[in-house]
């Protein structure tokens, strides 16, 4: 039987300790993620549905704590998700967003900016009031199963 050098059987050794390790405590799933005070609050982690009809799907499907359904009003539109870079050719930042819409309607690749328009809605449980920010603009994904702080999803 050849022997094996102590420096290879020592970082096979730590490799397999490294395997089990990750093993033993495994990570969150994508629908188990660590929750974000930040998320659906504001336009950088807002919620991503696909359409107003999946704004409306996502909205009825949460609870307040008390679990009772909450009540909502839409505020209205609140800007792209990210502010277009300045540009000093005259164009209007109206036309800036357009083209960026436009070159963001395929599912948008890791690290790319989002540049979709947003949409508030005031969410009340019972005297508390918050603003739950909104991106329908992300179809070909499932529709998102975690709650923003404060809420919890419905038992479907």
Do not use: W
């Not at 000093?88 to 790319?112: D, F, I, M, N, Y």
Request: proline residues 13%; hydrophobic residues 30%.
């Amino acid at each position: 039987m050849p022997c094996l050098h102590p420096i290879p059987r020592i970082s096979l050794l730590l490799s397999a300790l490294v395997v089990l390790a990750s093993c033993a405590a495994p990570g969150p799933t994508p629908t188990e993620a660590p929750e974000d005070p930040d998320y659906g609050f504001t336009k950088a982690k807002a919620i991503e549905v696909c359409s107003p009809n999946g704004q409306r799907e996502y909205l009825l499907s949460l609870a307040c704590p008390s679990g009772e359904a909450p009540r909502f009003r839409r505020i209205g539109s609140l800007g792209p998700r990210v502010d277009p870079p300045p540009e000093s050719t005259g164009r209007s930042l109206e036309q800036q967003v357009a083209e960026a819409l436009r070159r963001t309607t395929a599912p948008l690749k890791p690290g790319e900016p989002d540049y979709h328009i947003v949409d508030g809605y005031a969410a009340r449980c019972g005297d508390k009031e918050v603003t739950l920010v909104l991106d329908m603009y992300h179809c070909g994904q499932p529709s998102p199963t975690r709650a923003p702080k404060g809420f919890k999803k419905r038992q479907q």
